[in-house]
């Protein structure tokens, strides 16, 4: 998808933002990093403390849980 056409969405949502205090859904700031494609590691996590990777689906699972735990997802 393009991103040219999503920055007055992204622009109209940081104003919004600004008045009631919540997140926007989308920034510009996000909008310009999504151009780049970004790898990450997780091989400091676990030489410098001790942290293993797991299964994506099961840290999905876990924090879907966390969230309707939290009132921020309903059943």
Do not use: C, H, N
């Not at 205090?21 to 494609?37: C, I, N, W």
């Not at 001790?50 to 699972?61: D, S």
């Amino acid at each position: 998808m393009p991103r040219g056409p999503i920055f007055p969405l992204a622009y109209a949502a940081e104003t919004l933002a600004r008045f009631t205090g919540r997140e926007p859904l989308v920034t510009r700031d996000a909008l310009r990093m999504s151009k780049y494609q970004m790898f990450f590691t997780t091989t400091k996590a676990e030489r410098d403390l001790g942290i293993t990777a797991r299964p994506f689906t099961e840290a999905l699972a876990d924090a879907i849980e966390w969230f309707r735990g939290a009132g921020y997802l309903k059943r």
